[in-house]
């Protein structure tokens, strides 16, 4: 390596490194933007559309919200004691039209708070399973608790998404 290119490649890591501590200093002039999720939670907004969820005790199964959706992503099937809604969640491009449409207001979109549902639920299902359950158990666990109501969450917010 000659002389030449020896202090070339100096004056790019020295530009380099000027970068970073400017950087470095600046911090504390900034906002922080790290949202420390299980204790923090984030500002979201009202409009924001997450997990589908129906009153199954008010629907009526009229299925306008499977004819209204764009890419076919509802289908009314057949339950126990009727018709209801199930939504095909990977298909689904959340534009509110079954929401809108429903002549019950019984569809919407509701937000589940993640931590406290998943560790109830698990422990719920572990302890109704001799401690060992699946990830499909956990998830038919969350469906059926979802849709009748007894699980905690908030409507119009943000949530995880799953057949119902």
């Given at each position: 390596?000659?002389?030449?290119?020896?202090?070339?490649?100096?004056?790019?890591?020295?530009?380099?490194?000027?970068?970073?501590?400017?950087?470095?200093?600046?911090?504390g002039n900034r906002p922080v933007v790290t949202v420390q999720y299980p204790y923090e939670r984030m500002e979201i907004a009202q409009r924001f559309r997450g997990l589908h969820s129906v009153d199954k005790n008010k629907c009526i199964g009229c299925g306008i919200c499977e004819m209204n959706c764009p890419n076919n992503s509802i289908q009314i099937v057949r339950h126990n004691k009727g018709w209801y809604p199930q939504v095909k969640i990977g298909q689904c491009m959340f534009c509110g039209l079954c929401v809108d449409t429903c002549p019950m207001g019984q569809f919407q979109f509701i937000h589940v708070?993640?931590?406290?549902?998943?560790?109830?639920?698990?422990?719920?299902?572990?302890?109704s399973k001799g401690g060992i359950i699946t990830f499909h158990q956990l998830l038919e666990y969350l469906r059926f608790n979802l849709t009748l109501g007894t699980v905690p969450h908030n409507h119009g917010q943000r949530g995880h998404g799953t057949n119902f």
């Amino acid at each position: 390596m000659t002389w030449i290119n020896r202090n070339w490649l100096m004056l790019g890591i020295m530009k380099g490194l000027v970068v970073t501590i400017k950087h470095f200093f600046k911090i504390g002039n900034r906002p922080v933007v790290t949202v420390q999720y299980p204790y923090e939670r984030m500002e979201i907004a009202q409009r924001f559309r997450g997990l589908h969820s129906v009153d199954k005790n008010k629907c009526i199964g009229c299925g306008i919200c499977e004819m209204n959706c764009p890419n076919n992503s509802i289908q009314i099937v057949r339950h126990n004691k009727g018709w209801y809604p199930q939504v095909k969640i990977g298909q689904c491009m959340f534009c509110g039209l079954c929401v809108d449409t429903c002549p019950m207001g019984q569809f919407q979109f509701i937000h589940v708070i993640t931590t406290r549902l998943h560790n109830k639920a698990h422990k719920q299902v572990k302890q109704s399973k001799g401690g060992i359950i699946t990830f499909h158990q956990l998830l038919e666990y969350l469906r059926f608790n979802l849709t009748l109501g007894t699980v905690p969450h908030n409507h119009g917010q943000r949530g995880h998404g799953t057949n119902f």
